[in-house]
């Protein structure tokens, strides 16, 4: 992802957390907040209930590759944070990516088609 498309101060995230929306599945839960800026933005949090680094890490670049392959599709002027759970790091890639369509569909950030 480009680094006007990623979401990486610890405000910003706060900011998702609180006055945005949320919606979640098994393995995935969605924070969506819309601002009044053009460009769309992401960002990516894992449990901390998944203890090993390595395991945490793997399902982060998992979700990078899903949203990167999927930004075109989200409507422009919101800030989105993808938050795996505990149940997701079992889950391969397809399942993944299942989930990430299904919520940003279930939010209204989908671009229609």
Known sequence: MKKENTITKNKDFRKVYSKGTS????????????????????????A??????????????????????????????????????LTGKDSDFSDLEKSYVRLLKKSKVWKKE
Do not use: H, P, W
């Not at 919606?23 to 894992?46: A, M, P």
């Open 23 to 46: 919606c979640s599945d098994y393995n995935l839960v969605l924070f969506v907040y819309q601002r009044n800026r053009e460009n769309k933005r992401f960002g990516v949090t894992t």
């Open 48 to 85: 901390k209930k998944i203890r090993k680094a390595v395991t945490r890490n793997k399902v982060r670049r998992r979700l990078k590759e899903i949203i990167r392959k999927y930004k075109d599709q989200v409507k422009d002027g919101y800030d989105i944070v993808v938050m795996c759970r």
